[in-house]
């Protein structure tokens, strides 16, 4: 039983323009990942002949929030023409509004009732787009220790939550292990327990956020748990080289993840 392994185009082989990026990727044999489509010659992308597996499903407004839930669905629609284009599958939302660096716009450190029942809604009609227009979108759990502080509802467990509660075929939940081990750990009981509702998942080693072997999770035992529960979809490298960014470094940094759930 083998997985769908896709690289982000956004996070190795920096000094190369996007295209060639996607290239090199492909050429290895990986699907791609995209962030931020916006500004780019999606017609040039698409003439790569690579295949995308996600990108950024939105770029404004907060799914927690009912003052701007409207701002993540009319971003999201102005979106989706670059994805069925590119025919990418996953279009990646986020708890709340992300800025410059990953950070909250608005940063909130306590979830309420009313986030919960905004998310919710929110994810559900994003589902509805979905639908109709053959995309999924997933739901990345983040974590608020490191990274992405001051973002409601971001855990594994919290995203996990809402994904299941609206129960949507095209609202799934994009697993992110990175972010999860740094903020919940126990990797393999939560892939188990998020399995049925998960899109896509998201792997990176840590700390450094760099490719298998570089830290402190066993890729080797992950791998060998989605077996075991029957995961055949995408499994996405969004990590930085190790060795930095030149082309040698990206290449080992996608052999040592091939090598993590390939063998």
């Known amino acids: 039983m083998s997985f769908r392994l896709a690289v982000c185009a956004e996070t190795v082989y920096g000094e190369l323009p996007l295209i060639e ?14 962030w931020d489509t916006r500004g780019r010659d999606i017609a040039a992308l698409a003439a790569t002949g690579a295949r995308f597996s996600s990108m ?3 770029f404004g407004g907060s799914l927690t929030d009912p003052r701007s839930a409207h701002e993540v669905l009319a971003s999201a629609e102005k979106l989706i023409p670059a994805a069925l284009e590119l025919g990418i599958e996953r279009m990646v939302v986020h708890p709340a509004e992300l ?3 990953g950070r909250a716009v608005r940063p909130m450190h306590r979830s309420t009732g009313e986030m919960w029942m905004a998310g919710r809604s929110t994810l559900e009609r994003l589902g509805v787009l979905g639908e109709k227009y053959g995309v999924t979108f997933a739901l990345e ?17 919290d995203t996990l939550a809402l994904v299941s509660a609206v129960d949507h075929p095209n609202a799934r939940m ?3 292990l990175y972010h999860a081990q740094i903020g ?3 990797l393999i009981e939560l892939i188990r327990a998020a399995l049925p509702w998960v899109g ?9 956020r760099c490719e298998p072997g570089t830290g ?4 080797r035992a992950v791998a060998a748990a989605l077996r075991e529960a029957g995961y055949t979809g995408v499994v996405g490298l969004e990590a930085s080289a190790a060795g930095g960014a030149g082309l040698e470094a990206g290449d080992a940094a996608l052999a040592a993840f091939r090598a993590a759930f390939e063998s």
């Open 200 to 208: 896509e998942i998201q792997v990176a080693d840590v700390p450094g």
């Open 174 to 176: 994009m697993l992110d």
């Open 99 to 101: 800025g410059e660096g």
């Open 141 to 157: 759990n983040l974590n608020t220790v490191l990274d992405h502080p001051g973002i409601p509802l971001a855990r594994a467990k």
């Open 56 to 58: 950024t499903g939105y």
């Open 184 to 186: 919940e750990g126990n």
């Open 21 to 34: 990026r996607v290239k090199r990727i492909q050429g290895q044999g990986f699907e791609v990942e995209l």
């Open 216 to 219: 402190e999770i066993n890729y």
